[in-house]
């Protein structure tokens, strides 16, 4: 695999390696959906979904360490592999497995202790809670499960393994759409259902992934005797994967100033909104990170093997493909919303509120293909730093504070809400690129 990081033609490379990296993602997305598809359909849908929503910002937040470890070791390990340091890639492995073991732990300790506090500080409303606790309760128990698919499929797929990394999540996904209905409409389980489906299928594609970085099939092998934590391997994996933690986490508190204004302004029914909202923002942003993904690995291992010229090839095919898919299906969703948001809803009051919300919801993500390549390639890159300051100009000093002040010069709440996600990311974009443009001349020569 690493001969062909090396020398294969960049497009057919990056075609072999995106595509399963972007099916990955689809299924992962696959994965998010098919429970509000499902409890969208149950009675009191409109409430239901929206507690289920308000689980998905704490579980945003979940998956963070998940991007913290896997993320953060995943470029680090290819790098070294790179360089030719098999040692210090297996190494970095076991480092980041025992991470992940850790935080699981500590992560289902707090929910099972501090739930009903979590949800009402994200949002919850008397009549939302039970909804939530009911999924958030069963849902925690497999905390660990979550952590060590998403986290260590990220080491799979840096060693150029896409299609197995793929089937981690096709496993995890498809059994998740075969349970929900057994468990949430033939067991008559509701949303409790939807969570022990997930669990059930996240434990699946846990041993699937388990499976492969302990067997021979791989490059780097999980191992017991690098497991013990290294200083500096934690320093540095920290240090490489704290903007995409940061991407993540925050993202689950974006989630609660979204919650909390649109409950303010709108109610439940603009809460349950928001949920269809957050699905849609996976249809756009998951694609656009399986095609980033896919480069991962050539940018990483051309980086260490110091093949600028190809890093730099590999980038610009990146952003072209990225904002071709960013710009088509945005113009899909502006011109057909209903046709999205009937996927989760039935209730023509909550499809004549997410329909409008929508257009205006997605609209800045026209160009944000090009975004996700930038904040990937300096991940790649190993320049971490950089990389959080774009998710934290996009997210501290724009969406969450514009969230709270357009609803001060707008009447209307719920529009001026929308409206601080298309300004932030587009601006976001534009500042971004120029940055690039400068950063590649510097570091790429």
Same mark, same amino acid.
């Given at each position: ?15 072999? &390696? ?6 990955? =993602? ?9 429970? *509000? ?5 149950? /009675?009191?849908?409109? $409430? ?23 993320r953060g070791g995943a470029p680090l390990a290819s790098i070294r592999l790179g360089e030719g340091n098999h040692k210090q890639a297996e190494k970095i ?6 991470? &992940? ?28 809670? /039970?909804?939530?606790?009911? @999924? ?17 499929? @990220?080491?799979?797929?840096? =060693? ?20 929900? +209905? ?25 041993? %699937? ?34 903007? +995409? ?13 979204? !919650? *909390? ?34 480069? =991962? /690995?050539?940018?990483? #291992? ?5 093949? @600028?010229? *190809? ?11 990225? &904002? ?12 057909? /919303?209903?046709?999205?948001?009937? $996927? ?5 009051? &909550?499809?004549?509120?997410?329909? %409008? ?28 730093? *950089? ?18 002040? $357009?609803?001060?010069?707008?009447? !209307? ?20 690129? $120029?940055?690039?443009?400068? #950063? ?6």
């Open positions: 695999m690493n001969d062909r990081l090396a020398n294969e033609k960049i497009s057919s490379l990056l075609l072999s &390696l995106a595509i399963p990296s972007i099916l990955a =993602q689809l299924a992962s997305l696959i994965y998010n959906m098919v429970d *509000r598809i499902y409890i969208g359909r149950l /009675p009191n849908g409109s $409430l239901s979904i929206a507690g289920v929503g308000l689980c998905a910002s704490i579980i945003t937040i979940i998956t963070a360490f998940s991007n913290l470890f896997g492995l076991g480092n980041c497995f025992c991470m &992940l073991i850790v935080s699981s732990l500590l992560i289902t300790l707090i929910l099972n202790l501090f739930g009903n506090e979590i949800l009402m500080l994200f949002g919850a409303s008397k009549n939302t809670l /039970p909804y939530a606790m009911s @999924y958030l309760q069963i849902y925690s128990l497999g905390t660990i499960f979550v952590q060590l698919t998403v986290g260590m499929n @990220y080491f799979i797929n840096t =060693q150029g393994f896409a299609k197995f990394g793929m089937m981690t999540l096709l496993i995890g996904g498809i059994l998740n759409i075969i349970l929900d +209905p057994i468990f949430i409409f033939m067991m008559d389980m509701g949303v409790a259902g939807a969570a022990i489906a997930t669990v059930i299928s996240q434990f699946v594609s846990c041993l %699937w992934v388990l499976k492969f970085l302990f067997s021979s099939k791989t490059t780097i092998k999980i191992k017991k005797e690098n497991m013990l934590l290294d200083p500096g391997i934690v320093k540095h994996v920290f240090s490489l994967g704290f903007s +995409p933690f940061f991407m993540s986490s925050t993202e689950g508190i974006l989630q609660m100033s979204f !919650n *909390r204004q649109l409950l303010f302004f709108g109610g439940d029914l603009a809460v349950s909104a928001m949920t269809i909202m957050l699905s849609l923002n996976q249809i756009l942003s998951l694609p656009m990170e399986g095609i980033a993904q896919g480069a =991962q /690995p050539i940018i990483s #291992f051309n980086y260490g093997a110091k093949n @600028y010229q *190809r890093v730099k090839e590999t980038i610009r095919l990146t952003i072209t493909c990225s &904002l071709i898919f960013s710009v088509t299906a945005v113009c899909i969703m502006e011109f057909f /919303p209903g046709l999205f948001v009937k $996927l989760f809803a039935t209730d023509p009051q &909550l499809i004549e509120e997410a329909s %409008w919300m929508m257009r205006i919801y997605v609209f800045g993500f026209i160009i944000m293909g090009a975004n996700s390549t930038f904040q990937q390639s300096y991940t790649s890159l190993g320049f971490g730093a *950089r990389s959080f300051f774009f998710a934290f100009y996009r997210k501290i000093i724009l969406l969450i504070p514009l969230i709270y002040i $357009l609803p001060l010069f707008i009447s !209307n709440g719920v529009l001026a809400v929308m409206l601080a996600e298309p300004i932030s990311d587009i601006l976001t974009t534009v500042t971004n690129a $120029l940055f690039f443009r400068k #950063f590649t001349k510097k570091e790429l020569p």
